[in-house]
């Protein structure tokens, strides 16, 4: 029997008792579905993040925080008091802060030629050239470099500059951005016994907010964040101890001197991280939700499974004497085995092209009503939570072929077996 | 002509093992010759089944030969002796065993279908198959909506349609009623006479027997008695009611159609 011949009797077998077929098809497609839409929301997601991420992929700079103390989680009791350690503060990050000393270290490590270092830095209200004052937070000096612009440019580090997010625009009673680049912003800081200092800086920039969360509060630069936290602790009595959140390290070469410069980092407790790095560990994170996803995908696709053994065992044993004919008439048992075995990868062909098909128009119909300007989600730039993994989808059409196929050899061998004349005598 | 189509030495065929064992077959040995008719006939139990069972390569022996053109066929593989099924044998069964969900031309071109041959030429021996057997113009028609004698027509087209050395038929006309039963057994001792197939009856039916040239009594899995010679009482083909055509004019016409398949065709 020819292969093209096989493949059409199995097809046209298939269709012979179609509500029966239809219903196996059914749960094939519900696995194929939930794997297409998880896929591609992982898919989605990890281009958005490289999206916007994309463009800082050649900035030089490794980000350093402090090692997470292997033992921090086990320890018994709280660690005991040292008067060296900086301010106790949380970075953000969980991992405490960077002294002094340790930008000093960071400074004088091989290869790295200028260290920025982030501070906090507390403000009391923003004021406009008009008069009204609004109430802010800093972001860290140190995002501009993960900032999506909407018009002008991120702070220079150096200048007395800030970037405020979009919807600051209202508050210059405008929808153009570009009318607030240029503008000046008063901001107040507060010292230790709560006196306000007032700054002038200019708007360098309008920032649009992104999925990392970043450009919703207005970032200042680096300049600016320090001397706002030099106001905060004047008047302050008693010891201060300088901290700082995370520090940026410029490397000379970073392509060729990361490896190095990260032991380097690693080994004097550090934790160094590129912008790279970052975005990995971001999406290290979609993927794992992604798999965890999938995996409920494949647990249908696995009750899926048995309605194929299920529908082919009932299939051989009405076919019995079908199957005694064909063997009679000279049908090899392998041939009778890629019958029903061709059957059933059939049935998962069918699934999975539906379900496929139905879960990507599914996908790309949600993230398109979703992530439209007046969307529920249409206030994230660069948003897309549906994404075509072209590898992913060829995959999982491959698995579900597979798996129907693997699940069909039971009932396939069971119809190979048949012995000829007993299958001719069944009634 | 010399070497026998199928011939069996000391064939036996045990069911069951010790005590509860049962000897279908008790040691048979015969021969059947080209072109020959041969009527394998018994009652019930008798080992006519099992014995064509194992003439047509269905079932193993439990011990001696069947040979076939003069090769022992025991000891190939399964899929040779399929092979062999599909290339030198026709089979007529008494339930007819037609696929009800295929149009009649798809049933009779299943043994070309599994032979692998293609499409187009499966439809043009099967078309031809049918007209032999004046079936062609229900090619189309679902096999369920036939007559038990047009059934039994389509089993013969679809036994012959790989032009078969060998064509057993096991009670062939046992659901037939008395005027069909003579018709389609018209139609097989035609073939057998016209066309030199080579004709193995098992049947209980005396009348059916007695048309064929030589019949082997079978009785307690032995050949007990071996009768030769058309019997007298049943109408020769000459004078039966012409099924298959005229019995001498469109002999040779026939003759060629069935000859142009060739026997490689088959394979």
Known sequence: ?????????????????????????????????????????????????????????????????????????????????????????????????????????IENT???????????????????????????????????????VAAGATPDRGAMEIAV????????????????????LTIAAPNAVGQLTEIEVEISGVLHGTLAGVGFQPIPSVALAEEVAEINLEGYEGQVSEGYIMAAAEVENLEENEEAVKAALTDEGFWPMTLEDQIGMFETLIDAITWILSGFALIALLA???????????????????????????????????????????????????????????????????????????????LSLFGLNPLAIGGIFLLIVLIAFLAGTLPAARAAKKDPIEALRYE | MSTPVLETENLVKVYGRGPAAFHALKGLTFEINRGESVAIVGKSGSGKSTLMHLLALLDEPTSGVVALDGKPVTKLKPKVVSGLRNATFGFVFQ????????????????????????????????????????????????ATDLSGGQKQRVCIARALINNPEVLFADEPTGNLDTAT????????????????????????????????????I??????????????????????????????????????????????????
Not at chain 1, 112 to 122: K, L, N
Not at chain 1, 165 to 184: K, Q
Not at chain 2, 226 to 239: C, F, L, M, V
């Open chain 1, 1 to 105: 029997m020819r292969s093209l011949d096989v493949t059409k009797t199995a097809f046209s077998n298939t269709l012979r008792s179609k509500m029966r077929t239809f219903l196996t098809v059914i749960a094939i497609f519900i696995g194929a579905f939930a794997l297409t839409l998880t896929s591609g929301l992982g898919a989605g997601i990890n281009q958005t993040v490289d999206r916007i991420f994309g463009g800082f992929g050649e900035d030089d700079v490794i980000y350093v925080v402090p090692q997470i103390e292997a033992d921090a989680t086990d320890q018994d009791g709280p660690p005991e008091y040292d008067p060296d350690a900086a301010a106790n503060m949380d970075s953000g990050f969980g991992t405490g802060m960077l002294t002094a000393e340790d930008i000093e270290t």
């Open chain 1, 110 to 148: 091989e290869h790295i030629t200028s260290v920025s270092a982030e501070v906090a830095a507390q403000i009391e209200y923003v004021e406009t050239a008009e008069g009204g004052q609004y109430q802010a937070q800093f972001d860290f000096a140190l995002n501009d470099a993960l900032a999506e």
């Open chain 1, 165 to 184: 997010p979009e919807d600051w625009a209202s508050i210059y009673d405008t929808d153009d951005p570009e009318d607030l680049v240029g503008e000046s």
């Open chain 1, 304 to 382: 899926a499974s048995f309605g194929i053994v299920n529908t082919l065992l009932m299939s051989v044993q009405e076919r019995t004497r079908e199957i005694g004919l064909m063997k009679a008439l000279g049908m090899s048992s392998g041939k009778v085995f890629g019958l029903f075995s061709m059957e059933a990868v059939l049935i998962g062909v069918m699934g999975s092209l539906l379900g496929i098909g139905l879960g990507l128009a599914t996908g790309f119909v949600a993230d398109a009503f979703l992530t439209a300007e007046d969307g529920p989600l249409g206030g994230f730039a660069e």
């Open chain 2, 95 to 142: 339930q007819f065993f037609l696929n009800p969900n295929q149009t009649v031309l798809e049933n009779v071109t299943l043994p070309l279908k599994i032979a692998g041959v293609s499409k187009s030429e499966r439809n043009e021996r099967g078309m031809a198959a049918l007209e032999q057997l004046e079936m062609a113009d229900k090619a189309k028609n679902k």
């Open chain 2, 181 to 216: 039963s003579e018709t389609v057994e018209d139609i097989l001792f035609g073939l057998h006479r016209d066309h030199g197939i080579t004709l193995v009856v098992v049947t209980h039916d005396e009348d059916l027997a007695a048309k064929c040239q030589r019949r082997l």
């Open chain 2, 218 to 267: 079978m009785q307690d899995g032995q050949i007990v008695e071996e009768q030769t010679g058309a019997s007298t009482a049943p109408p020769t083909a000459a004078q039966a009611p012409a099924a298959s055509g005229e019995p001498s004019q469109p002999k040779p016409a026939t003759r060629r159609r069935l000859m142009k398949f060739g026997k490689g065709g088959a394979r």
